[in-house]
């Protein structure tokens, strides 16, 4: 699904309004209904205070729309128009009227005005700033803000958190409103997945406004939210003629004393993730432990004991994913940057091997064309130096992976795979994954795909999703803290089985 910025919503609305020929009242009508309907179905009626903070601009006349429909079926509203600017908008004007038609009267809160008592059992809902947020926000509209944090009332956002803004600057902790739920309009967007913003909210929805299809579906967009339904087109099924050799060779490099358990779950991931042969090249240590823990891997060895001092194989493999356990003394960066200067094999680069890249950056031109770089944040801070948020990491982040013709795919709780331009969010995964371990089986997962002939894009995109989902459903038999990231491997064949399960069956599944 596609994450629209404000210049592409604002399109789409014009464009919509054109196709349609309705008026931005009537949009704004049918938006903030189905916010009604959201409400009146969950409420039946029931007596709890709303409270209604509109804005100026249209987010406000969301809110008051909303107000005429909840007043007008008897639920106890009052409404407090926030009062920022001088500035109205036409459609928040009409909608003035059309509330003072009805016999509703909003406070209208100033600088010095008296913010009213919110007590915690209300229902708050913050129609203050929508998308159109672009300057700092006044300090006493701030002290709005904190007084619905401060509330602990259940706080239902009209499609951004107030305060937000769309694609630069993040507020400081208390200078946004914090969303207890979050209804959004047509399109996903980008600040709901990222760290710094994506605290401001708990939960999200969208709400289908009738924006005209075509222009979604033919737009670009810079990001895209990555589910089932985009990932779905990229299966390649199995077919009957085919053998082990299809299916490629992968090898991974990594591993030193006390760090060959690394090499081995990425050896794993890539088995599980369907490769035809796993080999791993380690220091001789390793040899006992992995040929022991999994008989399915073959093994090679360096001619040092506890770590890599000179890559040397004799085959060719279809991927090689290097770095997990690698360690960053001496011998391993010697034998890293000797091994990018021969090498011709595309390239899944995780943990080490990016710690290496990033104090040596000279070797980032020996990288081949499209190799998979799979930072966590504090690698990635490593190879692209400090960022000012989250923004300007994902601009820093595009301008580095077209640089160095590379696809980043930067781990975190929306793991976000960048190549040029683009940015792809994904949506599986959970607290869970926060353990040891579980970025050495993406890795083995990434570098799985490609030796089946996923396209590197797709291969890194469709493995971030896989890797998360897996984990998703281990969760479900051992909770957060309990996952370990070999679950994440024994549950992959799970996450494949699960693309072909419709949401429908899959939610009856979990409710059973
Ligand atoms: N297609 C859709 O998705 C639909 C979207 N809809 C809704 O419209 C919302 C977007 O509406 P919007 O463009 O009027 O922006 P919104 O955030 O309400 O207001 C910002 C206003 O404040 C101003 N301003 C900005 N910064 C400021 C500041 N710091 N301090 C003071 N003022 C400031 C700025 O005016 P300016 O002064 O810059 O002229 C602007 O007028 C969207 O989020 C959704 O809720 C639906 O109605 C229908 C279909
Ligand atoms: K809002």
Avoid at 141 to 157: D, H
Avoid at 274 to 280: E, K, Q, R
Avoid at 326 to 351: C, E, H, Q, R, Y
Avoid at 416 to 428: A, F, P, R
Wanted: glycine content about 8%; charged content about 20%; proline content about 4%.
């Amino acid at each position: 699904m596609k994450i629209f910025n404000t210049k592409e919503i604002y399109e789409a609305d014009k464009f919509t309004l054109e196709r349609q020929q309705i008026s931005a009242e009537d949009l704004m009508e049918k938006a903030a209904v189905q916010i009604f309907n959201w409400m009146h179905t969950r409420l039946n009626g029931d007596q709890t205070q709303i409270y209604i903070f509109c804005g100026v601009g249209n987010n406000g006349g969301d809110g008051l729309v909303l107000a005429r429909h909840l007043v007008q079926h008897g639920y106890r509203v009052t409404v407090c128009v926030v009062n920022f600017n001088e500035h109205r908008s036409k459609e928040f004007l009409i909608n003035l009227d059309r509330l003072k038609e009805a016999k509703v009267w909003p406070k209208f809160l100033g600088e010095s005005s008296i913010i009213p008592q919110l007590e915690k059992e209300a229902i708050i809902v913050d129609a203050i700033f929508g998308i159109g947020l672009k300057r700092a926000v006044a300090p006493w509209v701030l002290e709005v803000f904190r007084e619905i944090n401060k509330s602990n009332a259940f706080v239902l956002s009209i499609d951004i958190p107030s305060g937000l803004f769309m694609d630069h600057k993040v507020p400081n902790n208390d200078e946004a409103v914090k969303s207890s739920y979050l209804l959004s309009f047509q399109v996903p967007k980008l600040i709901f997945f990222l760290p710094d913003t994506g605290l401001f909210l708990d939960q999200w929805e969208l709400l289908d406004i009738g924006l005209d299809t075509d222009f979604l579906m033919h737009a670009p967009s810079d990001y895209e939210l990555i589910g089932k339904a985009e990932v779905l087109p990229f299966y390649r099924p199995r077919t009957k003629y085919t053998h082990k050799g299809t299916y490629g060779h992968v090898l991974i490099i990594g591993g030193s004393y006390g760090k060959i358990g690394a090499v081995l779950m990425a050896a794993k991931g890539s088995l599980y993730a369907g490769s035809g042969l796993v080999t791993a090249f380690v220091p001789k240590c390793g040899l006992v432990p992995l040929q022991s823990a999994f008989p399915e891997l073959m093994v090679l060895t360096d001619i040092n004991e506890t770590e890599i001092t000179n890559i040397d194989f004799n085959f060719t493999p279809t991927v090689i994913g290097i770095g997990v356990g690698m360690g960053t003394g001496t011998n391993a960066v010697k034998a890293f940057s000797l091994f990018l200067k021969n090498n011709k094999t595309p390239l899944v680069i995780d943990a080490d091997g990016l710690n290496i890249l990033a104090k040596n950056p000279d070797l980032f031109s020996d990288l081949p064309p499209q190799t998979v770089l799979t930072p966590h944040p504090k690698e990635l801070e490593r190879m692209l130096g400090k960022w000012k948020n989250d923004f300007d990491k994902l601009i820093k982040t595009k301008e580095f992976s077209k640089k160095h013709d590379c696809i980043v795919v930067i781990k975190g709780a929306h793991t976000i795979t960048v190549y040029g331009d683009k940015g792809y969010v994904n949506s599986t995964g959970n607290p869970g994954m926060a353990t040891g371990g579980s970025g050495d089986v993406l890795t083995g997962v990434i570098t799985g795909l490609l030796a089946q002939g996923y396209a590197t894009l797709e291969a890194a995109v469709f493995g971030v999703y896989l890797h998360g989902r897996a984990a998703d459903i281990a969760i479900r038999e051992c909770g957060f803290q309990a996952l370990v990231a070999t679950d994440i491997i024994a549950h992959l064949g799970k996450a494949y089985l699960d693309l072909f399960v419709d949401q429908v069956n899959s939610l009856q599944d979990e409710q059973a």
